[in-house]
């Protein structure tokens, strides 16, 4: 089995700043991309960022310039800077990894989320 754990949520004011960190453990042979996903109330979880083991990365517009991603292959950990926040980001945030158990064996897993709440 693979776990993610997720650390770093909070509540911040609008234009302030908050890194989440994931940590994957158990069964890895490898891990391909790994990312953050959102889910804020009354909408579909929708992709952040997401960065692959060669370093490449993908933004979603709205938060391009203002969040960073990544990750550090040799602690299997991804991270994500999040500055100048705004309101509309408040969501539970999501970690997502696509892991390579063995040769043969692959598999997708989430995080159970971390809450993060900008006030205007």
């Known amino acids: 089995q693979v776990q993610l754990v997720e650390s770093g949520g909070g509540l911040v004011q609008a234009g302030g700043s908050l890194r989440l960190s994931c940590a994957a453990s158990?069964?890895?042979?490898?891990?391909?991309?790994m990312g953050w996903y959102r889910q804020a109330p009354g909408k579909q979880r929708e992709l952040v960022a997401d960065i692959t083991s060669g370093g490449s990365t993908n933004y979603a517009d709205s938060v391009m310039g203002r969040f960073t991603i990544s990750r550090d292959n040799a602690k299997n950990t991804v991270y994500l800077q999040m500055n100048s926040l705004k309101p509309e980001d408040t969501a539970v945030y999501y970690c997502n990894a696509d892991v390579m158990r063995s040769f043969w064996s692959r598999g997708d897993y989430w995080g159970q989320g971390t809450q993060v709440t900008v006030s205007s």
């Open positions: 158990g069964s890895i042979f490898s891990i391909k991309t």
